[in-house]
């Protein structure tokens, strides 16, 4: 149980592009989503928490209008990428948590690598 | 926010224990301390988690000190495919974020 599914797993595209990522609990609802970003060789960031119907908060440094967060449904969160440039070519990584105990871990999504050419 | 303290890598041998420590010397009473490993390519994986006191599960141990200032997972018996990047993390009730810190790599000789 608790398989939290991201799509793309992979994905190219031209610099100016937008890309938009899916994160999925696949097995249970997601209250809270996270959105991680992770380069090479470093540790994960948080860049942001979604609430199901209500806006994310960012956390400091990270620019809003640049990576748009939805979280419509208690079982989807969505991240775009917007006019996407090359140091924008990172780790994407989604987590889900479960119901509103305190104590209960994160699922992680299997990530998203983006390249941006 | 809370922090993590890990040493960056550590080397196993095959089919040995390991004992991997971390220091969260600003721990507060709430908050619960959590281990996720990370295979290449991938997203973390949960391992375990804990308040106060120690706790077992199929993957592996966590030992916490009675101060709660360090703890360390414990695996059993280091497998090839435990040869990972291991992240220790507070959680913090009420935030529900987790702060990663630079984790430990993990290597495991055959």
């Known amino acids: ?117 | 926010d809370a922090k993590t303290t890990q040493p960056n890598s550590m080397e196993s041998n095959e089919e040995e224990p390991v004992h991997l420590p971390c220091n969260h010397s600003t721990i507060s009473g709430t908050d619960y301390i959590h281990w996720y490993r990370q295979l290449p390519s991938q997203g973390p994986e949960y391992v375990i988690h804990g308040l106060t006191s120690n706790v077992n599960n199929r993957m592996a141990s966590l030992a916490i000190a009675e101060d709660r200032k360090s703890s360390t997972l414990i695996l059993h018996r280091a497998t090839l495919r435990d040869a990972a990047v291991y992240y220790c993390i507070l959680f913090t009730s009420g935030t529900y974020k987790y702060i990663f810190g630079t984790g430990t790599r993990l290597k495991v000789l055959a």
């Open chain 1, 1 to 117: 149980g608790a398989v939290v599914s991201q799509h793309p797993s992979w994905v190219i595209c031209k610099s100016g592009t937008s890309v938009k990522i899916e994160c999925r609990s696949l097995d249970f609802q997601a209250t809270t989503m996270f959105w991680y970003r992770q380069f090479p060789k470093q540790s994960l960031m948080l860049m942001a928490t979604s609430n199901e119907g209500s806006k994310a908060t960012y956390e400091q440094g990270v620019e809003k209008d640049k990576f748009l967060i939805n979280h419509a449904s208690l079982t989807l969160s969505t991240l775009t990428v917007t006019s996407a440039h090359p140091e924008d070519s990172s780790f994407y990584i989604c987590s889900a948590r479960e119901g509103t105990v305190s104590n209960q871990p994160q699922h992680f999504g299997d990530g998203t690598r983006l390249s941006i050419l």
